[in-house]
T-cell receptor, first 111, second 112 residues
């Protein structure tokens, strides 16, 4: 079983739709959680951190459920520019603080 | 502000040739440094990480090695490339604690 699992998709949605991505992790000692966005042939870029209380950044909302070891990302009012691969990332504790990436969920927003 | 530089952007090398990819970070001290590889259509695989000068940890056995000769410099090397070394190589840094990773622009390596 992978340490971080995501539904690979692809998700194909029309502009203006709401779409949700899910991610599960297996290491209960994981300390911090993030969502990254990766455009085709580019480096991943930090989209947002994920906090236990849930957090929102404009059209994006992230949720964390430590008991279920589950992370989610909700995108409201999808734009064409949201088309990308979304990566769930989990940091382990310790000085090295290794980050484990999910394989990503691909989103295509269509006009 | 912190920046990370990685070069070259693309590289085509024959099988059996050596490799050296370099990454430098500016605007921070004593960062954790990481090398990841992403095969076409796949997820990111952690290759090496370093918590300080001369300290290298390897995640997977492979044909590659890493070195950290200076605090903000991280080098990925190979003596003889294999076809399977082709991929997108990403250098990243982060502060200690639970901070997120920040990536360089990546090097797309094709071994022919």
């Amino acid at each position: 079983r992978k340490e971080v699992e995501q539904d690979p998709g692809p998700f194909n949605v029309p502009e203006g739709a709401t779409v949700a991505f899910n991610c599960t992790y297996s290491n209960s000692a994981s300390q911090s959680f993030f969502w990254y966005r990766q455009d085709c042939r580019k480096e991943p870029k930090l989209l947002m951190s994920v906090y236990s209380s849930g957090n929102e950044d404009g059209r994006f909302t992230a949720q964390l459920n430590r008991a279920s070891q589950y992370i989610s990302l909700l995108i409201r009012d999808s734009k064409l520019s949201d088309s990308a691969t979304y990566l769930c990332v989990v940091n382990t504790a310790g000085n090295a603080g290794k980050s484990t990436f999910g394989d990503g969920t691909t989103l295509t927003v269509k006009p | 502000s912190q920046t990370i530089h990685q070069w070259p952007a693309t590289l085509v090398q024959p099988v059996g040739s050596p490799l050296s990819l370099e990454c430098t970070v500016e605007g921070t001290s004593n960062p954790n440094l990481y090398w990841y590889r992403q095969a076409a259509g796949r997820g990111l695989q952690l290759l090496f990480y370093s918590v300080g000068i001369g300290q290298i940890s390897s995640e997977v056995p492979q044909n590659l090695s890493a070195s950290r000769p200076q605090d903000r410099q991280f080098i990925l090397s190979s003596k003889k490339l294999l076809l399977s070394d082709s991929g997108f190589y990403l250098c990243a840094w982060r502060d200690r604690g639970n901070s997120p990773l920040h990536f360089g622009n990546g090097t797309r390596l094709t071994v022919t």
